[in-house]
């Protein structure tokens, strides 16, 4: 038994093992990819009283016992307001139309009705936002899968080709990969968590700004809110959209001649989802015109 055999299987040995070390990182990575791509779809399609029963109730409380009042005291205001613009504009009443009275009692309605009825609303934009983001959810979810067996398979074969040093060299370059990679999710897990927080916040002073609604002057404060909910509402679509273009911008991953390549793109791929994550919020706003 010569000595170069000897060394010809221990080199052999060697190279499979790191071999499998590279294939464990590689699944490692793709899994968690994967998981928080689909992590997306599961946390951005729901409302935010199924998302978090307890926080929204608690948003509910606080927004019915402490906000409401409030507001309940600015619409007397805006409408007590109202009605003396009302008469003034009438050269204090000497040409006062009673029809103009009835319109400010029918307003004085729909306003306190608005207000009585503003989690109603609320949950009303948001069940609207779930549906368009449920729907599209079913045409992404399942698209954006990674490492699949056939890839894997031909990554393994490409490995089982290279050189000892090559293959450290790419061990070495996957574990900074990875880390990278794990520094993203973190981000998309912001983004996503952030969202909701801030939806949560944005409902619990609602009672506020729905109150001037059918003012003109004021009027305003609440068209701008309600655009602000339509967005953060239909953020949730927009980064649904993100991950159908990540979809397809990874669909290929698999084809590339180079190994070093197809990680590369994965880490690339998945910063740019971050980065378009990140800006999805003002697209919405721009979007509904909201600030």
């Excluded at 029918?106 to 368009?132: G, R």
């Amino acid at each position: 038994m010569s000595l170069s055999w000897i060394t010809g299987i221990l080199e052999a040995l060697f190279k499979e093992s790191i071999i499998d070390a590279i294939m464990a990182s590689f699944e490692g990575v793709f899994d968690d990819v994967n998981n928080q791509v689909n992590d997306i779809a599961v946390q951005v399609g729901q409302t935010p009283e199924n998302w978090n029963s307890g926080v929204f109730s608690m948003v509910r409380t606080l927004s019915e016992t402490v906000v409401l009042p409030i507001a309940g005291i600015i619409l007397t205001f805006v409408l007590c307001y109202e009605l003396i613009q009302l008469i003034i504009e009438k050269n204090n009443m000497a040409d006062f139309d009673t029809f103009n009275i009835f319109k400010w009692i029918f307003k004085t309605f729909v306003a306190v009705f608005i207000l009585t009825n503003t989690f109603t609303i609320v949950l009303a934009v948001f069940e609207v936002a779930q549906s368009v983001i449920n729907e599209s959810a079913t045409f992404i979810t399942g698209e954006t899968q990674l490492g699949d067996p056939y890839m894997m398979e031909a990554i393994r074969y490409q490995l089982e080709e290279q050189s000892i040093g090559s293959l450290l060299a790419l061990f070495l370059e996957v574990q900074v990969i990875r880390l990278a990679l794990g520094a993203m999710v973190i981000v998309i897990f912001v983004v996503i968590w952030g969202r909701m927080i801030e939806i949560y916040i944005t409902i619990s002073l609602a009672p506020i700004p729905l109150s001037t609604m059918v003012n003109r002057e004021w009027g305003s404060m609440g068209n701008n809110y309600l655009k602000a909910l339509f967005a953060v509402a239909f953020q949730g679509f927009l980064i649904m959209v993100c991950v159908a273009i990540y979809a397809a911008l990874v669909a290929n991953i698999g084809t590339t001649d180079s190994i070093r390549a197809s990680i590369w793109t994965v880490a690339s791929y998945t910063a740019l989802l971050c980065f378009i994550l990140l800006k999805s919020g003002g697209i919405a706003k721009s979007v509904f015109q909201a600030h």
